[in-house]
């Protein structure tokens, strides 16, 4: 049985385990780590204040830093998603580009 998101954000699967988080699919070639560095109050609630984000090639062949294509901190989580869709959607287009039939 395929796995189904409970949680998207602009078509692409979130999924977050504590303070971390995880955005766009493993069968793509690049997916973003967001990591919740603090969090302030507002209201009743806990929100993300200081977050880092990485774009993460999903290439198992190599070693853990080499997965690293970029890394940014941001101010909360819509900033942190919102680079994060950028970022997908530009590695998307470019592993399409280098991965261009012949014709």
Known sequence: MPFTPKLTYKNRPLVRCGKELYYGSMADPSVVFIQILTTKKVGDAEVA???????????????????????????????????????????????AKQNKPKA
């Not at 984000?53 to 901190?73: G, I, Y």
């Not at 994060?84 to 959607?89: E, M």
Request: hydrophobic content about 40%; overall charge neutral; charged content about 25%.
């Open 49 to 95: 204040d200081r977050v880092q984000v990485m774009l993460l090639s999903t290439d198992t062949t190599k070693a853990p830093p080499e997965r690293v294509q970029k890394s940014s901190a941001r101010t909360g989580l819509y900033s942190a998603l919102d680079i994060g869709s950028i970022w997908l959607d530009r590695a998307a287009a470019e592993w």
